[in-house]
C-alpha cells in the first residue's frame, strides 16, 4: 500500500520542470521558466497551482486567452513585466493579476529584470478549454481529459518534423 502524503509540504521539496506541450518551434521561448506543479503534487483535481520561476529573459508562455478558464496570478518574488491587449504594465512581489474565462484579454509575463522573479500560478481546470495565441500561428484545444492538442490556427497540424 503506498504511503499517504501529508497534506502539507515545502514546495522547495517539488521538481522544478521546463517542459512544455507547445509545438517544437516555439518551445525554445519557454525554456527559460521553471514551474512547480503544487496543486498536482496535493492532487488536486479541480484547480492548477503553479509556482513558476521566470529567469532573466524567460517568459511564462506565449501570449495567450482561456476561453473557459479563469486565471489568477500572484507575483511571489522579483519583478515581472505582464504583456497584455493594453499594453505592458510592471508588477513587483505582492501584486496580483486575473483573467476571466473568455476575457479575450491575452496575456504572458516576460522578466525583463536581472534577477529570477517568481509567480503563483492558479488556474481552474474546465474541460474543453480553447487558448487562442494572438502573435503566434498555433491554437490550443483541450479535451475531456484536460490534455492540450495544438495545432496552427486553421487548424491544421504544426509541422513536428
Known amino acids: 500500500m503506498p504511503k499517504a502524503r501529508l497534506p502539507a509540504f515545502d514546495p522547495a521539496d ?3 520542470s521546463n517542459a512544455t506541450s507547445y509545438p517544437v518551434a516555439f518551445r525554445g521561448d519557454n525554456s527559460k521558466r521553471w514551474n512547480r ?22 517568459q ?21 513585466v505582464l504583456e497584455t491587449d493594453e499594453g505592458a504594465q ?5 501584486m496580483c493579476a486575473g483573467f476571466p474565462a473568455g476575457c479575450g484579454n491575452a496575456h504572458r509575463f ?11 500560478v492558479i488556474g ?25 492538442v495544438h495545432t ?4 491544421s497540424p504544426h509541422d513536428e518534423g
Open 124 to 148: 481552474d481546470r474546465t474541460p474543453f478549454d480553447e487558448i487562442d495565441y494572438p502573435d503566434i500561428d498555433n491554437h490550443a484545444k483541450a479535451g475531456a481529459d484536460g490534455k492540450y
Open 60 to 80: 511564462s508562455s506565449a501570449r495567450h486567452a482561456h476561453s473557459r478558464q479563469d486565471e489568477f496570478i500572484w507575483v511571489v518574488s522579483g519583478e515581472i
Open 152 to 155: 496552427r490556427k486553421d487548424g
Open 37 to 58: 506543479r503544487l496543486g498536482d503534487h496535493v492532487g488536486l483535481k479541480n484547480f492548477g497551482v503553479n509556482l513558476t520561476r521566470i529567469v532573466p529573459g524567460g
Open 110 to 120: 516576460i522578466n525583463r529584470s536581472n534577477a529570477d522573479a517568481t509567480i503563483l
Open 90 to 94: 510592471t508588477l513587483r512581489a505582492g
Open 14 to 16: 517539488i521538481a522544478e
